[in-house]
């Protein structure tokens, strides 16, 4: 698959999309021998997914890894989906982020904090400190704060809340995925494209990616051409969902944060998140606000014994509470 190739193919019509996407389907439906599932996330894509592929194939089984970091209102529309195996994984959130660590900035760069901190090799700490002959394979200078941090950082949550699940139900099942990942959600899903294309037969693990060359945008007018339901979530503001909790990436959000989001869309879970599970230390300790401006104008004010209410800050429009906001800032 050449670069050329991938971008015709993302140029398609919807139309054209779909039926390119039903030829994949049906070859690795069969191929596999109908011994197949659905990964299920929940979210608008593989919403997309479950009924392209239902169309053909109305009985595949659909897999949800319930990790316990969805969106209520991820699992609630889970929930009203037919024929979908919920897996769990043996460790909850809490656990592994005592035993193992956070997931922070990113799974390269937790892994090397956590390889400096744990490994007994004096050469794996030396290269992930300063780099081989080469150079390659150290931690970035800017995070290498996240060694001597007050709590420990892990690249392992995934492996334990998602993969291992997933895992144990292919080994069960006898069952191959079909994924809903597109190419330009990220350059690692568009290398692992190029190098197999739709349908990947190689290794032991076969896997069908058919939509990899579809678009946020195709994935919304498929929606509306077939009136699908979908989660509550995105009428909430959010474009992305997955884990609540995670902090991988988050100190490269612009402007409202996914933390100061959450606050405002899900209070409840936003002071869990942040005071139960030790986020606020973490977040503290890289930088990146878990706060917005409307409670920080509240808090400001509460702090000098008067009480504003959210509604009172509903009615003014952004730049009076940016103004608002500046203000409280300088004067702090
Ligand atoms: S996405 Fe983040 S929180 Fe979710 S399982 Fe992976 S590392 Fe853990």
Redesign the pocket.
Same mark, same amino acid.
């Given at each position: 698959m050449t670069r050329e190739l991938l971008k015709s193919r993302q140029a398609l019509p919807l139309e054209l999309k779909e039926t390119l996407s039903s030829i994949k389907i049906k070859e690795y439906y069969h191929r596999m021998s109908g011994k197949v599932y659905i990964s299920f996330s929940g979210g608008k894509d593989s919403t997309v997914l479950l009924h392209l592929v239902r169309r053909y194939f109305p009985n595949v089984e659909a897999v949800f890894s319930d990790?316990g !970091?969805e969106f209520p209102e991820i699992k609630n529309f889970v929930k009203t989906t037919s024929n979908v195996t919920w897996v769990k994984p043996i460790m909850p959130?809490t656990e592994v982020i005592k035993k193992y660590g956070y997931?922070v900035i990113s799974k390269d760069v937790a892994q090397k904090v956590h390889e400096i901190r744990t490994t007994k090799s004096d050469k794996l700490r030396n290269k992930r400190l300063y780099g081989d002959e080469k150079g390659n394979g150290k931690i970035s200078e800017k995070w290498k704060i996240l060694i001597d941090a007050p709590f420990k950082t892990s690249h392992n @949550? @995934?492996n334990i !809340?998602?993969k291992n699940p997933i895992k144990k139900f292919e080994k069960h099942s006898g069952k191959s995925p079909i994924v809903g990942t597109m190419t330009e959600e990220s350059t690692l899903r568009t290398t692992a494209y190029l190098q197999k294309g739709c349908n990947s037969f190689e290794g032991n693990r076969a896997m069908s990616t058919p939509i990899a060359f579809w678009t946020e945008k195709d994935i919304w007018a498929y929606i509306k051409k077939y009136n699908l339901e979908y989660s509550d979530i995105y009428n909430k503001g959010y474009d992305r969902t997955? @884990?609540v909790? @995670?902090m991988?990436g988050c100190h490269l959000e612009k402007g409202e944060n996914r933390f100061q989001k959450l606050e405002r869309t899900h209070p409840k879970l936003h002071n869990y998140c942040i005071n139960k599970l030790g986020i606020k230390e973490v977040l503290d300790y890289i930088g990146v606000s878990y706060t917005t401006k409307k409670s920080t104008i509240q808090k400001y004010f509460s702090f000098d014994s008067r009480y504003v209410e959210e509604s009172e800050l509903d009615n003014l429009n952004n730049s009076d509470i940016d103004e608002f906001y500046n203000y409280i800032i300088k004067a702090a």
């Open positions: 990790t !970091l959130f997931p @949550c @995934c !809340l998602k997955g @884990c909790f @995670c991988f």
